[in-house]
């Protein structure tokens, strides 16, 4: 079983959490998915794709929800963006997985529908760009914050190795790039940053599932 370094990606590449919408199939034994519907996407959830995301969060190689969230670049509608977060908070706590957010420009809003929801399960801000407050801001809360190629040194700085994840998204760097910069940006040997990141994985997606990871 192969180890995951990367909890968010587009790609097909070994040893991270694939990011789908609505996939029909889940083709390699030993990959890992997210499934959700992105708020730029936000119109696509109708009662026939509520049953959908259901029945594939039921999967066992579906380890998160997401990426869900809210974005005010997005042309979709401010109320069905909210909805459709919430939607699949709910789902994140009926399947006791993790919600994987996409947000931009909306921290105070992301806070409040948690300070709402009193979510148990992790919170996860993935491809975090903002500066030391909104940093801090989520941080206290209790969100986690997942890093990937850009990234304002001081938001690092200020997260702790117990909250921080690490990814390639959308990137044409590799995984083993950004651990590198990010190890860098923290001052550490990269050998404790994926440590670190390795026992925040293991606790976050996979927390009660050993025979899942190595």
Known sequence: MMSIDDIHTHADRPGAIINCCFPD????????????????????????????????????????????????????DWALQEDVFAFHAVLAEETRKPLVIHSVRASNETVNLKRRLSPSVPWIIHGFRGNANVAGQYLSHG????????FQPEALRATPLSRLFVETDESRAGIDAIYREIANGKGIPEELLRDRVQANIREVFFKGKSCLFR
């Open 25 to 76: 199939f889940f083709p390699e034994e030993g990959r890992y998915y997210s499934v959700g519907i992105h708020p730029w996407q936000a119109c696509l959830l109708d009662d026939a794709a509520r049953k959908l995301l259901r029945a594939f969060l039921s999967h066992r190689q579906v380890v998160a929800v997401g990426e869900a969230g809210l974005d005010k670049a997005a042309k979709a």
């Open 143 to 150: 969100f986690y914050l997942s890093f990937g190629e850009r």
